[in-house]
């Protein structure tokens, strides 16, 4: 069982950054696909950015594309995404997941996932 918790987030202003963290425990985490979902209220969660087991493939929703990048460090079993120039859309609930065999966009693909952490863009 893989417990995942998040951490990084909070409210900023439009153009500023993040880093969310994600750490992994319970498992050997280079054996899971990670990803980021994220989540507006009154909206469908929606993928952000995903990254294989060993972190050389990532892949990125075309909203995010050139602002976040996804990268992982299996030996601290976390998982971080940098979020540059961001902007009031991109406020959301933001929770990471990991899965054995995933497609990187479709959550249900994967086994387990973190409580989110809440991202606050103001204009």
């Known amino acids: 069982q893989v417990q995942l918790v998040e951490s990084g987030g909070g409210l900023v202003q439009a153009g500023d950054s993040l880093r969310l963290s994600c750490a992994a425990s319970?498992?050997?985490?280079?054996?899971?696909?990670a990803g980021w979902f994220r989540q507006a209220p009154g909206k469908e969660r929606e993928f952000v950015a995903g990254i294989s087991r060993s972190g050389i493939s990532t892949k990125y929703a075309d909203s995010v594309k050139g602002r976040f990048t996804l990268s992982r460090d299996n030996a601290k079993n976390t998982v971080y995404l940098q979020m540059n120039s961001l902007k009031p859309e991109d406020t959301a609930d933001y929770s990471c997941?990991?899965?054995?065999?995933?497609?990187?966009?479709?959550?249900?693909?994967?086994?387990?996932w973190g409580q989110g952490t809440q991202i606050t863009v103001s204009s």
């Open positions: 997941a990991a899965g054995r065999s995933v497609t990187y966009s479709y959550g249900g693909s994967y086994d387990y």
């Open positions: 319970g498992g050997t985490f280079s054996m899971y696909a």
